[in-house]
């Protein structure tokens, strides 16, 4: 908008040098700080065996299930309620090395029922949950839908 004048009144151009300045400023700003508000969520992987052991015996797996209706299961075995549940999870982790509880839930299940099983496993001696899939569905890409 340069009226051609060489009078020294007032330009309409706009100095941009500032402007990039402290664009480049927040922009190193934001960059450096995002890093630290990500939430983090650690996961243990197990190595890589190379060996093939020998599968645990049944007696030696626990599987905690629970269905749809409630009714709550240990390795297959009807259990009526949770204190006995407790109970039997705490007398067969007792001396045991690796106390690993496998968790089996059905998909319908009342998820805080599951919840306080979880957490009764824990209270009972359970050192790892481990929480089984059936082989003949896939796993989900997202958790939406499910």
């Known amino acids: 908008m340069d009226t051609g004048g060489s009078g020294g009144g007032p ?6 040098t500032p402007l990039v300045d402290v664009c480049l400023v927040l922009l190193i700003i934001f960059m450096v700080m995002i890093p630290k508000n ?3 969520i650690s996961v243990q992987v197990p190595p890589e065996s190379k060996q093939r052991k020998n599968p645990p015996n049944q007696s030696d797996t626990l599987v905690i299930g629970l269905t749809k209706d409630g009714a709550l299961t240990l390795n297959s075995q ?3 309620t949770r204190d006995e549940l407790g109970d039997l999870i705490s007398s067969r982790l007792q001396g045991r090395e690796k106390k690993v509880v496998f968790i089996d839930f059905d998909d319908d299940a009342n998820y805080g029922e599951a919840v306080l099983l979880l957490d009764l496993a824990k209270r009972n001696g359970a050192a ?8 003949n569905r896939p796993v989900p890409d997202t958790l939406v839908g499910i």
């Open 11 to 16: 330009s309409s151009e706009i100095n941009v």
């Open 38 to 40: 990500v939430p983090e």
């Open 78 to 80: 009807p259990i009526n």
């Open 128 to 135: 790892v949950l481990g929480i089984m899939k059936k082989k």
